[in-house]
Each structure stands twice: as C-alpha cells, then as structure tokens.
C-alpha cells in the first residue's frame, strides 16, 4: 500500500511514460542520462514533441531542427525497436523564413523539402496513432510551402488522431486511406474544395469531425493562378460560408465559422451548410447565420449548440475581419440556442425553417 | 451487494456517494464529481456508494484524496457540458487559473497525486500533474533534473556513464 510517494523514481513506467510524453523531444531524450532505467523510458513513452522554437537560435533553427527531429527520430526507424505512436510538430516562424520566402512562385514544388512532409516521410512515423501539426501564423500564405499532403503520410494505415492547424492541405495524386482514423481536427486551414470529402470518405471509422476556420479553396485555373501571384491577398478577403459534407458514420461535429474561399458576387446566392450526417450525436455550430440543409432523419441527435453571433468567438482577433462581408445588417443579436431537442432548436434558429424538412 | 436507498438511489443531479480513504476518512461528495474518475463511474452508475456503504479506496489517503476531490468538484460542471465546446472564455480562463494553482504544491504530493489520477483513472487530473512535472523538467540540465527529481548524487561510475551517454545525446544539449 504505497500510498505516500516522495520520489519520481518511485512511480511506475506507465506514470513516466506519461509524464515524458509532455515534454519536448530535447528533454525527453536528455532524461534518458539520468539513469539506467530512464534510459529507455523516453523511448517507450513512444511520443515525440517536436517545436523548432527549442532548437537553436532564430538564425540556425532551420539546421539544429533539421538535426534535432533526425536523432530524435533515429531510435524509432528499426522494426524490432520501440514504436512511436504520437508526434506534434510545431513550426515556427523563424524556421521557415529563410526556407521558402524566395520560392512563393512555384506554387507546385515549393514544399518538397519541407521539415513536415519530410518528417512524415520518414520511416519512424510509419506506425502513429497520433499525429498535430501546427504551421505558426500561417494561413494567409497557403500557398508558400506550408501544406501537409494527406495522400503521402506513412502512417496513414495506423493514424486515430490527426489534428493540423494553419496550413494547407495539398490534393495530390495518390489514393487516401485512413482505416482507423477516428478523429480529425482541421484549425485556419485550407483545403482545395471537395477535398475533405474526400478524406472523410477515406475514413470509415471517423466519428468526431472538429473543423474552425477551414476554408475550402476552389482550385484555380490557369489565368486565375497568374493573377494571384501578383494580388491573392486580395482574393482572400471574400469568403462565404458554403459547406457540405456527408459521412454516416460521424457522432460528433464541430463547425466554426467554416468557409468557401468565393468571389464576392457570388457571395449571397451560394451559401449555406448542407449535412448528410445520419448518426450525429453532438453538433455545434459557431459562426455567422447561414442555411442549414439537413438530410433528416439523425434519430440519434441528442446535443446541438449554435452560436450564430457571427464570430469564431476564439481563435486569432486578426482572422476575424475575413468573415465580414458587404451584407452585414442583418446580422442579429447575439443567439445561444444549446437545445437537447433538435427539432424545437432548429426551429429557434432563423434560417433554418426555410430549408429543413421535417 | 449496495442496494441504493430509496430518495438518493437514482436521482440525477444531487445525488452523493461516499468515498473512504485508506486511512479511513470517509468523503461525501456529489456523483458527477466522483464520476470524472473512469474506475468509480461504473460502480456509481451500478448505483454503489451510496448511504452507508461507501466505496473503499485502499491506495488513495486522505490528504490525497480530499486533493483529488477538490480537483473533481470543481471539473465536474464543464465535464458533464460535455467538453463544451461553447463554454466562454471566462469558465476557461477561471478553470485554468484553478488548475495552476490547484498543482502548486509540494512535489511528494504532486507524485501522491498523480499516482491517485492514474488508479481512479481521471485523466484530466492525470495530464495537469504531469505537464507539472515535465515543467519541471524543462530547461535543466542533467545533474540539475537529477537533484529536483531528487536522486542522490552519482558515483564516479555513473558519472562517467553519464558523461559517455551525453556524448551520444549531444543534440538534445545543444
């Protein structure tokens, strides 16, 4: 009955596998000195925090990363050696800028040697469960070397939890799979449209979808990608909340304020949310007022939230500007429906009535 | 066996379930805070811990567990919104300034803690005390990790083992 427990030696390996597991890769990996039995412990953790914040100084954080992620990963390449199973990787500003701000124009290749992908690539991530990637402060350059391309990851095949933020996703030739995917988060990022769709459909076992800011891009034509080299700031100022998706397997779902990247005019006659969501247990919805189209019946829906105040509420302040368009006034006071019935909130909700059918 | 009396037996909200220390003490606290806890949820749910019986902790003492407690009761409405993704900013900020406060505290009772969150399975307790420690981790060099983690001091032959391994490990010194 060890109740009172006075040293950190004294815990098990579960309780340290747990603790290393919030710590960086530096420091998970420098536990490893401190005796024989922390020698291994960090690499039975099986989790690797990867943020290029803690390596080097601004100037060499590109090459002391680069050398930093390549020893850490090294441990886990073997096939009879410990397995890594969770990986956050947290990309600062400062690695990057050397990297890519020369290569803005080819908009194809520019990320072939990027960290990410070449972290991903690597043979020790073949076998995660889990898998962040945040892309600091990125979103407004989508097209600058900051995507993450899904049909090329290792560990597409073992992958539960995938969560990205601020960076682009990249359609790429390559089919999808995700077998055991069960939850993906998508945060300030940005899709080509009909792309998520095609990643929930390669995910049978997806059950929770947590999607803020997400922005679904329509892939260019050839002139329109000339004319966004030169003004795609522009461009991106215009964005409408247009969104469809189906997966029938999806209990729970998490909208923020999700958008289509459009031109203004064809801003009023093209928004809108439609779901095809018949298992949905838990939605929740905070953004501007839309139409909802919902394909009913969802028999098992037991939780919706909606707060269609017409902010994201949380995420950056300076993000929020991109939701404002011209046809602002009739943006109502601020609503919080949370109604375990579905039927009676959906009613309280304004736009809803004129496409639900119940 | 804990058959539930009729009125506290099955009644939502304010229903409470007993608790006993290892050494004893018995706790009285509501079943929602309880239940945080994966290992004591099925047993309230089969509607133990109730009136006189009270579920029995052998690993858990009471300085512990009142802690844990603490912890529960003030978790306990943000877990029963299910996460709330909707929750404001104020409820966020004030269980995050709780949960600083709640892991400043002296180190044998932060691992008497995180020992108690991994038996009674609650694993936001569990993630808060461990962040704590690898907190206290960072930044530190190896002699220095070894004296706050409290080792004794190495031999000459560890040392040297020491020095060896950190040569291999270089980039995790830089």
Same mark, same amino acid.
């Given at each position: ?89 947290? @990309? ?46 990125? @979103? ?14 290792? +560990? ?51 059950? /929770? ?23 795609? +700031? ?23 304020? +999700? ?9 009023? /006659? ?27 019946? @969802? ?48 009613? +309280? ?10 | ?113 995180? @020992? ?59």
């Amino acid at each position: 009955m060890a109740a009172f427990v006075d040293r950190l030696s004294s815990l098990p390996d579960e309780i340290l596998h747990h603790v290393l597991s919030h710590t960086q890769a530096k420091e998970a990996a420098a536990s490893s000195v401190l005796s024989r039995r922390w020698r291994t412990l960090w690499l039975q953790a099986g989790v690797l925090n990867l943020d290029t914040r803690r390596f080097g100084t601004a100037d060499d954080s590109y090459d002391a990363f680069v050398r930093g992620a390549n020893a850490a990963l090294a441990p886990f390449r073997g096939a009879g050696g410990p397995v890594l199973r969770r990986v956050t990787i947290f @990309m600062g500003r400062s690695c990057r800028r050397n990297r890519y701000s020369y290569n803005n124009d080819s908009d194809d290749d520019d990320d072939r040697d990027d960290l990410v992908n070449a972290i991903l690539a690597d043979p020790a991530t073949a076998r995660l469960e889990e898998l962040h990637v945040d892309y600091e402060d990125n @979103m407004m350059f989508s097209n600058a070397g900051s995507t993450v391309r899904l049909a090329f990851l290792r +560990c597409a095949a073992t992958l539960r939890t995938l969560e990205l933020s601020n960076c682009g996703v990249k359609a790429c030739g390559g089919g999808l799979g995700f077998p055991r995917l069960s939850s993906l988060v998508l945060r300030n990022c940005v899709l080509p449209e009909g792309y998520l769709q095609d990643v929930v459909d390669a995910a049978p076992a997806l059950s /929770s979808l947590r999607l803020q800011d997400v922005r679904h891009e329509p892939v260019p034509t050839e002139t329109e990608k000339e004319e966004r080299k030169k003004r795609y +700031c522009w461009e991106r100022k215009c964005y409408l909340l247009r969104f469809g998706l189906r997966c029938p397997t999806l209990t729970e779902l998490v909208l923020v304020a +999700c958008g289509t990247v459009r031109k203004k005019e064809a801003a009023l /006659s093209y928004s809108g949310i439609e779901l095809d969501v018949p298992n949905l247990q838990s939605f929740s919805y905070r953004g501007r007022s839309v139409r909802l189209a919902l394909t009913l019946p @969802m028999p098992n829906l037991a939780r919706v939230d909606i707060d269609d105040s017409g902010r994201s509420g949380y995420g950056r302040d300076r993000y929020r500007c991109s939701y404002s368009y011209g046809d602002d006034e009739d943006r109502g006071p601020k609503k919080l429906v949370p109604l375990s019935s579905m039927i009676e909130s959906f009613r +309280c909700w304004r736009y809803a009535q004129e496409t639900i059918r119940i | 066996m804990a058959a539930p009396e009729s009125g506290d037996g099955n009644n939502g909200a304010a229903r409470m379930v007993t608790l006993i220390s290892s050494d004893n003490t018995r706790f009285e606290v509501e079943a929602a805070a309880a239940s945080l806890s994966q290992t004591l949820q099925l047993t309230i749910l089969d509607g133990g811990g109730g009136g006189g019986d009270g579920i029995p902790l052998p690993n858990v003492d009471s300085a512990t567990l009142s802690k844990v407690l603490e912890y529960c009761i003030k978790h306990a409405p943000a877990a029963a919104n299910g996460g709330a993704p909707n929750a404001t900013a104020v409820d966020r900020a004030e269980l995050e300034r709780f949960d600083n406060e709640f892991v400043n505290i002296d180190q044998s009772v932060l691992y008497s803690l995180i @020992m108690a969150a991994h038996n009674l399975e609650i694993e936001g307790l569990q993630s808060l005390v461990a962040k704590k420690v690898a907190d206290m981790i960072k930044g530190k060099s190896p002699m220095e990790i070894r004296r706050t983690l409290g080792f004794p001091d190495p031999t000459p032959e560890e040392q040297a083992e020491m020095n060896a391994h950190m040569l291999e490990y270089g980039w995790a010194y830089e």
